[in-house]
């Protein structure tokens, strides 16, 4: 069993190397890695915090508001106040931040496309069940 499960974390190792590759080659766009990571984040959950998007990120606060505060600049991000806490700031994509999270995701399902073939829908369900118990395990 150690045998399989020490296969297993190599070929995630082996995986997520090759995401991160291909990754920014999808999305066409002159944006770093984790600046596109922090759109398509911003595009999927709205408004949020610094201390939210870290913790999710599971990254420091000064990496993520460091990023922000580039994005910022760009036009990509706005900030406003924080209805629940007037010294905190939320922040939320602009309309240009918007586009590009939405050409992302077109990106992202044009290159998921042709990998649907490849494998069937209870593989596909299986795979996700062995990695999300896999995830629950490594949380606790």
Do not use: W
Not at 39 to 57: C, M
């Amino acid at each position: 069993m150690n045998d399989k499960l020490l296969a297993l974390f190599k070929t995630l190792e082996e995986t997520h190397k090759t995401i991160q590759h291909i990754l920014p080659t999808i999305y066409d766009t002159q944006a770093s890695q984790l600046q596109t990571q922090l759109i398509n984040h911003l595009g999927k959950h709205e408004d949020r915090t610094v201390p939210q998007i870290a913790s999710f990120r599971k990254s420091s606060r000064q990496n993520i508001q460091v990023v922000i505060n580039e994005l910022l600049t760009l036009g990509i991000v706005i900030k406003k106040v924080n209805p629940n806490h007037k010294r905190s700031v939320i922040y939320k994509l602009s309309s240009i931040g918007y586009d590009i999270f939405q050409h992302n995701k077109k990106a992202h399902e044009s290159f998921l496309g042709p990998l649907q073939e490849v494998f069937t829908s209870e593989e596909l369900e299986r795979a996700e069940k062995i990695l999300n118990k896999l995830n629950e395990v490594l949380k606790k």
